[in-house]
């Protein structure tokens, strides 16, 4: 008989996407199918989810959640098994997931998320016997409640894993809200919710679930510690060998250069010069220079300070000046985004950006750049790293987190044993980041040197299948009762 797995997500691809964790719950499943362990994913039911919906089955009604009635409904879409959790009053609105038009978050998120992790405790306390999983899989501060439902009731419960993927998100809200939560007044305890004066959702799953896992065993460490734990590292510490890194993968059938429709040509390993077309079409479609001796650096990413753009912003003229491009997408901190603006109108041809988010294009940024930019000032694992080296763009990365776990430097050591996959830099600041600018167009310069380096890197084994396995074996401790 396969593992039964509930997992508890906000948004999974390709229904719901503001950021990694959607291509994590999307990819994940199908991996672990291959570990004899069946997936079965709890979503809020936003309108884009319950559109996507086949056949869908009402498998439980509440009659009274926080206020309406609501349903809890099975079926499949793209391929993934789902409970919904439709709840109009909670889920029935326009655009994103958390925040309204106006990018302010929505004022009920706490109970809109509360309803997420109550229904999934009451799940794996057998509210529908014929779907109580073996263990209950929550990702993120959304889900970060169901261990404390789990723990605060009477009745039997299964065991549970709580995966951060950033712990900057943490979900604090007022402790008054602890009624409207349907939490007993004990669960407001520093061994509880509790949390600096509030009720912390995030706190809560790491405090009471029976395993903490983060995205990559760098972040894991880095957590622990006073400068990376956000005012969670002494819980973090406490929790000893309960907690662990496992580093994501990527959908290597949706990021494969090979087969890829979004790009403007296929190649592989043995036909890299068909790499050249997307290059020039990545410079059409931004406006920059067609010319395919300069160095094309790409970003795809959120505009924020954690991400270290500014870095970069900085640092362009220098750039520019030694004969790069940029490609950047992405949408974000206005002063980023207005600064990068700025660029692309001060460096004609030299520097392209487009605000927003758009998957076409970020597949050919992928494709089409010679270099992918990740100078995050903290990244727990990083997705965009990992499909640049599918797609032979050699990662710039500061080393942080699962950017040090999956980008091999190409110090003079690594280029003589030719295991080299990338460039990093340590620490992060602008010194540093130029200092790893200057190495990566000496490297640009040696071409034998950089089609090794790609070559390295298109070999490595960034798919789910080691992940999956990793997964896999909690999953059978947990439900064996050995956490």
Same mark, same amino acid.
């Given at each position: 008989?396969?593992?039964?797995?509930?997992?508890?997500?906000?948004?999974?691809?390709?229904?719901?996407?503001?950021?990694?964790?959607?291509?994590?719950?999307?990819?994940?499943?199908?991996?672990?199918?291959?570990?004899?362990?069946?997936?079965?994913?709890?979503?809020?039911?936003?309108?884009?989810?319950?559109?996507?919906?086949?056949?869908?089955?009402?498998?439980?009604?509440?009659?009274?959640?926080?206020?309406?009635?609501?349903?809890?409904?099975?079926?499949?879409?793209?391929?993934?098994?789902?409970?919904?959790?439709?709840?109009?009053?909670?889920?029935?609105?326009?655009?994103?997931?958390?925040?309204?038009?106006?990018?302010?978050?929505?004022?009920?998120?706490?109970?809109?998320?509360? &309803?997420? %992790?109550?229904?999934?405790?009451? $799940?794996?306390? !057998?509210?529908?016997?014929?779907? *109580?999983?073996?263990? +209950?899989? #929550?990702?993120?501060?959304?889900?970060?409640?169901?261990?404390?439902?789990?723990?605060?009731?009477?009745?039997?419960?299964?065991?549970?894993?709580?995966?951060?993927?950033?712990?900057?998100?943490?979900?604090?809200?007022?402790?008054?809200?602890?009624?409207?939560?349907?939490?007993?007044?004990?669960?407001?305890?520093?061994?509880?919710?509790?949390?600096?004066?509030?009720?912390?959702?995030?706190?809560?799953?790491?405090?009471?679930?029976?395993?903490?896992?983060?995205?990559?065993?760098?972040?894991?460490?880095?957590?622990?510690?006073?400068?990376?734990?956000?005012?969670?590292?002494?819980?973090?510490?406490?929790?000893?060998? &309960?907690? %662990?890194?496992?580093?994501?993968? $990527?959908?290597? !059938?949706?990021?494969?250069?090979? *087969?890829?429709?979004? +790009?403007? #040509?296929?190649?592989?390993?043995?036909?890299?010069?068909?790499?050249?077309?997307?290059?020039?079409?990545?410079?059409?479609?931004?406006?920059?220079?067609?010319?395919?001796?300069?160095?094309?650096?790409?970003?795809?990413?959120?505009?924020?300070?954690?991400?270290?753009?500014?870095?970069?912003?900085?640092?362009?003229?220098?750039?520019?000046?030694?004969?790069?491009?940029?490609?950047?997408?992405?949408?974000?901190?206005?002063?980023?985004?207005?600064?990068?603006?700025?660029?692309?109108?001060?460096?004609?041809?030299?520097?392209?950006?487009?605000?927003?988010?758009?998957?076409?294009?970020?597949?050919?940024?992928?494709?089409?750049?010679?270099?992918?930019?990740?100078?995050?000032?903290?990244?727990?694992?990083?997705?965009?790293?990992?499909?640049?080296?599918r797609y032979g763009a050699l990662p710039l990365v500061a080393r942080v987190?699962?950017?040090?776990?999956?980008?091999?430097?190409?110090?003079?050591?690594?280029?003589?044993?030719?295991?080299?996959?990338?460039?990093?830099?340590?620490?992060?600041?602008?010194?540093?980041?130029?200092?790893?600018?200057?190495?990566?167009?000496?490297?640009?310069?040696?071409?034998?040197?950089?089609?090794?380096?790609?070559?390295?890197?298109?070999?490595?084994?960034?798919?789910?299948?080691?992940?999956?396995?990793?997964?896999?074996?909690?999953?059978?401790?947990?439900?064996?009762?050995?956490?």
């Open positions: 008989m396969p593992l039964k797995i509930l997992a508890v997500v906000s948004e999974i691809y390709p229904l719901v996407k503001t950021g990694g964790l959607a291509d994590v719950a999307g990819a994940l499943p199908g991996a672990l199918a291959a570990e004899d362990v069946q997936v079965t994913t709890l979503v809020p039911g936003y309108p884009a989810v319950k559109t996507a919906l086949k056949k869908p089955e009402t498998v439980h009604s509440f009659p009274n959640l926080f206020g309406h009635e609501a349903r809890l409904l099975k079926a499949q879409a793209k391929g993934l098994d789902l409970l919904v959790l439709d709840a109009p009053h909670l889920y029935d609105r326009p655009g994103n997931p958390y925040v309204d038009a106006d990018g302010k978050d929505w004022i009920d998120n706490p109970l809109r998320f509360a &309803a997420l %992790s109550r229904v999934a405790a009451e $799940i794996g306390q !057998g509210l529908v016997p014929k779907l *109580t999983p073996d263990v +209950i899989h #929550a990702h993120d501060w959304q889900a970060g409640l169901a261990a404390a439902y789990l723990h605060y009731s009477d009745k039997p419960a299964v065991p549970s894993v709580m995966t951060v993927h950033n712990l900057a998100f943490q979900g604090q809200y007022g402790r008054d809200l602890l009624p409207a939560l349907g939490l007993p007044a004990r669960a407001y305890a520093i061994d509880g919710v509790e949390y600096y004066g509030t009720i912390g959702f995030l706190k809560a799953g790491l405090q009471l679930s029976d395993r903490v896992t983060t995205v990559s065993p760098t972040y894991a460490a880095e957590i622990r510690t006073p400068e990376g734990g956000m005012g969670l590292d002494g819980l973090l510490r406490s929790r000893g060998s &309960a907690v %662990s890194g496992i580093l994501n993968g $990527i959908d290597t !059938g949706v990021w494969d250069p090979a *087969t890829d429709p979004r +790009i403007a #040509a296929p190649y592989d390993l043995a036909h890299l010069s068909a790499r050249a077309a997307n290059k020039k079409a990545l410079q059409k479609k931004l406006g920059l220079d067609v010319d395919p001796n300069a160095l094309v650096f790409g970003v795809v990413s959120r505009l924020s300070w954690q991400k270290g753009l500014d870095l970069l912003l900085d640092r362009l003229p220098a750039l520019v000046a030694a004969g790069g491009q940029l490609a950047l997408l992405g949408s974000g901190e206005p002063a980023l985004a207005g600064g990068f603006a700025h660029a692309s109108v001060a460096h004609g041809g030299r520097v392209g950006m487009v605000n927003g988010y758009d998957e076409a294009l970020a597949h050919l940024i992928q494709a089409g750049s010679d270099v992918i930019l990740v100078p995050s000032r903290f990244e727990p694992c990083g997705l965009t790293q990992l499909c640049a080296l987190g699962g950017l040090a776990d999956t980008v091999i430097d190409a110090n003079e050591v690594a280029l003589a044993a030719g295991v080299g996959t990338g460039i990093q830099f340590n620490p992060v600041t602008g010194d540093a980041f130029e200092s790893a600018l200057t190495r990566t167009f000496d490297l640009w310069r040696d071409r034998p040197a950089w089609k090794k380096l790609q070559k390295n890197a298109m070999k490595l084994d960034v798919s789910w299948t080691r992940p999956a396995a990793a997964y896999a074996r909690l999953y059978r401790e947990l439900a064996a009762g050995r956490a």
